[in-house]
């Protein structure tokens, strides 16, 4: 048996050489959309594969699609490509799309629901191979809250008139009020959006200190005295000076005044010589009398461009009782308006 060993591996060896020097092609590259499930691992010189998009994909071109292994194990070469079907983007989300109508397929759409809204419907929705959507988009409807419960001794007045119903919807307010001269531990409340509503506030008396002085205005009328719940006092301001805020102030149901209103100082413009654009009309500053621009008023302030020898404008606005100065008046520093203000009650 020893001479058969030598024989055997020579034609082992004679059998795989000849194998191996046949050439084959492998699976043949493909883009995206092509089926690639009838596909094989290896081919034969000479076989064809016939090319198809995938469901779902559109060819871009509708002649046959072969392609054939050739003798140096190439393929040769195809043209075919597969585009996705689109899917159009229901109106109502388009402006939430940037710009885009349609959506390729196997897109999904995920959708949510602002705070204090439940949703109806599926949460999501894909593009399906023939062009629509899988699912419809949902509803967001309000939460619903109960009743609120009014304070003892008082009332609830709700925004929306007339209130018929007998629950409440997410957003929905209402203020809560007490038998004069009561006040509410707290005035509003709203429908919350996990479905809940405030428990009714207290009712107990409350009461203001004497209404403070206002820096450089006056309070128009009032009685130097404690003020009730919702009372009010009125201020204005001297002349030339520009209330800022609410004049009337309110005895709110902490026992505290509402925010007080500020009095703004005017202006003057800093300079010594120059044209100036205040009021719609152009004005030499030496001609500018009296000197004085109110808070929030604009003056254009005319610069000269040495270099160009040419005219340009800046504008400056007063700021209560400072109006800055444009850089091509430096050396010059703009004016404060310093008043001394006095308790007129």
């Known amino acids: 048996m020893a001479p058969t060993w030598p024989l055997l591996l020579l034609c082992q060896f004679l059998l795989y050489t000849t194998v191996s020097s046949k050439k084959v092609c492998g699976r043949p590259d493909i883009t995206d959309g092509i089926d690639e499930s009838v596909l094989k691992r290896v081919y034969e010189v000479g076989e064809e594969v ?3 998009c ?33 899917c159009p983007i229901p109106k109502p989300l388009q402006p939430l799309a940037m710009g885009r109508t349609e959506a390729p397929f196997k897109s999904i759409l995920n959708f949510t629901c602002d705070d204090g ?9 894909s ?3 023939d062009g629509t959507w899988s699912n419809p988009p949902p509803m967001c409807k309000a939460v619903n ?9 008082g009332r609830i007045v709700h925004d929306m008139k ?6 409440t919807m997410y957003g929905q307010g209402w ?9 509410p531990s707290y005035e509003r409340g709203s429908c919350k959006a996990d479905g809940t509503v405030p428990g009714p506030p207290s009712c107990r008396e409350v009461s203001c200190p004497i209404p403070p002085s206002l820096p450089n205005g006056f309070i128009t009328f009032a009685v130097m005295k404690e003020h009730r719940y919702k009372e009010t006092v009125q201020y204005a301001c001297n002349d030339h000076y520009v209330l800022e805020g609410d004049s009337h102030m309110r005895c709110t149901n902490t026992g505290n005044w509402s925010t007080k209103p500020v009095c703004r100082a005017p202006c003057q413009v800093g300079i010594k010589r120059g044209r100036i654009f205040y ?32 005219g340009y404008p800046v504008a400056s606005v007063c700021n209560d009782g400072v109006l800055p100065l444009p850089e091509c008046f430096e050396g010059e520093r703009p004016y404060r308006f310093i008043t001394i203000w006095h308790n007129m009650l």
Request: charged letters at 20%; glycine letters at 4%.
């Open 127 to 129: 593009c399906l191979h």
């Open 279 to 310: 009021n719609a009309k152009k004005i030499w500053i030496e001609d500018f009398k009296p000197n004085r621009v109110l808070h929030k008023e604009v003056v254009v302030f005319y610069c000269k461009n040495k270099a160009e020898k040419c």
């Open 175 to 183: 203020t809560y009020e007490c038998n004069p001269p009561k006040a």
């Open 117 to 125: 809204y439940v949703m109806q419907g599926s949460n999501s929705s």
């Open 50 to 52: 016939t090319l198809a």
């Open 145 to 153: 809250c109960p009743l609120p419960r009014p304070p003892v001794d």
């Open 54 to 86: 995938e469901r779902g994909y559109l060819p871009s071109t509708p002649n046959p699609r072969r392609i054939t292994c050739t003798g140096t194990g190439e393929w040769t070469p195809s043209n075919l490509a597969c585009s996705p079907k689109m």
């Open 162 to 167: 007339p209130f018929t119903g007998t629950n």
